[in-house]
């Protein structure tokens, strides 16, 4: 069952970034209820509290809120949407880029290789 | 909360338990982790008051253990302890007629969940389905403290895994103090707030599952053979 998460990283947060990439996804839009944290603690087949402090964490990040009673929902403040968007998209080029320049490749190796691989997922030959 | 402080256990030729000194805060789920012989049962039996320590002192939620304090704790042992002609229903009839704190609406929801019959003959249940039975008797308690000696040990996987997600579905991690001693680390890892890794009778470290992964970036498995080593 850890074999879901990788073994490095503390789980609650892997399982926020689950939920951010259903957020920007558009699987869960601005103002949709999360799961209750038990639902979520036995879909993710962990303790309770991690799920707790996954909530708690995306809080802190204002990307959902709690309402007392209610649940938790995702924020209806399209800024911090746009914001977690714009976030999530550095990360993977940062990462994407450290490792194409340490394995030693140019930035107009990487634009290219870039365009061409975009190019031919689209199906365009122009 | 429980407190050990400076626990032995002598076994007339053999010491099974050294100098263990324990705190484990209120709610929240401990993986106590360590080889076959390393004294987890004997540690669970002490702090459940079904032995009494050699030396040392044992308080839960600030009540000396002994026999009485079968009130404030459920204990599952490793054994199968059930009388073979009972049904399903006469057991947890009896598990009802000695705990008040036992919970008829949640032993109910928890046979429905692990697809248990009540009106079974226990006589008749695979090994698997007694596993499941044991579980939802400890379960079904709203005892403060739930001591679980290797629920998974012998089981499938289906068993195992109905299991574990029942431990995450009917446990109240928030005011629930569960104490889990367990070969299957791996396994059972996600579950665990923290971790008690013990060797030949001693103590050998407690961590937060989250931060051995998150700090020191290892699995629990990974930390515990470390522990050994030192």
Known sequence: MVDNFDASKPIYKQIADQFYWKIIRGDLQAGDKLPSVRDTAVAFRVNPNTVSRTYNEMERANVVETKRGLGTFVTEKQDVLNDLKGKKMRQQIEQFVTEMEAMGYTAAEMVNGLKNHLGKERGEND | ?230
């Open chain 2, 1 to 230: 909360m429980i407190e050990l402080n400076q626990v032995g256990k002598r076994y007339l030729a053999k010491t099974a338990l050294h100098d263990i000194t324990l705190t484990l805060p209120q709610g929240g789920i401990t993986g106590l982790i360590g080889e076959n012989g390393s004294g987890k049962s004997t540690l669970l039996k002490i702090l459940a008051g079904l032995v009494k320590p050699s030396t040392g002192t044992v308080f839960i939620n600030e009540k000396k253990t002994e026999r009485q304090i079968a009130a404030d704790v459920a204990y599952l042992s490793e054994l199968d302890t059930f009388y073979s002609f009972y049904k399903v229903k006469d057991m947890v009839d009896f598990q009802a007629s000695q705990f008040p704190d036992f919970s008829r609406k949640r032993a109910d929801d928890m046979l429905t969940f692990m697809k248990l019959d009540p009106n079974s003959k226990i006589k008749v249940l695979s090994k698997g389905n007694r596993g499941r039975l044991k579980i939802v008797l400890a379960l079904a308690r709203e005892a403060p403290v739930i001591l679980m000696d290797e629920p998974l040990s012998g089981l499938d996987p289906m068993v195992r895994d109905s299991i574990v997600t029942s431990l995450i579905s009917f446990v109240d991690v928030e005011k629930q103090t569960v104490l889990i001693t367990t070969h299957e680390v791996n396994e059972m890892e996600p579950i665990f707030d923290r971790v008690v890794a013990i060797r030949e009778g001693r103590l050998l470290g407690i961590a937060d599952a989250e931060k051995i992964r998150g700090e020191q970036g290892m699995r629990v498995v990974d930390w515990l053979k470390e522990q050994y080593q030192l």
